[in-house]
Nanobody
Framework: VQLQASGGGLVQAGGSLRLSCAASGQTFSSNVMGWFRQAPGKEREFVGAIRWSSGSTVYADSVKGRLAISRDNAKKMVYLEMNSLKPEDTAVYFC?????????????????????WGQGTQVTVSS
């Protein structure tokens, strides 16, 4: 599985950005794609995840209502739509996928549960 994130940039507080993640390889095997972020000096944290099959999603409490994940199965693309951005959303954003053997019914939310990572894309929100 190979992942490539893009779409980051500099935006003012209250603005919007859409991040993209292009996936290739055995992408659908684990049926989950996740987004994480890492701010300077902080640990990488879970943002949200989506199931390829159903499109069902889960989000961290800190982003609920402002961020939305969607997918395009035909293109093997996953998107992170970010609205009402805040300076505290400033971070490097990563898309990730669990092992191709992941079969658990719940959404994985820890870094350790993800085996494949994109290179990250920087999002900077100015106040």
């Amino acid at each position: 599985v190979q992942l490539q994130a893009s779409g980051g940039g500099l935006v003012q507080a209250g603005g919007s950005l859409r991040l993209s993640c292009a996936a290739s390889g055995q992408t659908f095997s684990s049926n989950v794609m996740g987004w994480f972020r890492q701010a300077p000096g902080k640990e990488r944290e879970f943002v949200g995840a989506i199931r390829w099959s159903s499109g069902s999603t889960v989000y961290a409490d800190s982003v609920k209502g402002r961020l939305a994940i969607s997918r395009d199965n035909a293109k093997k693309m996953v998107y992170l739509e970010m609205n009402s951005l805040k300076p505290e959303d400033t971070a490097v954003y990563f898309c990730a996928a669990p092992s191709i053997y992941y079969t658990r019914s719940y959404f994985p939310k820890s870094v350790e549960e993800y085996a494949y990572w994109g290179q990250g894309t920087q999002v900077t929100v100015s106040s």
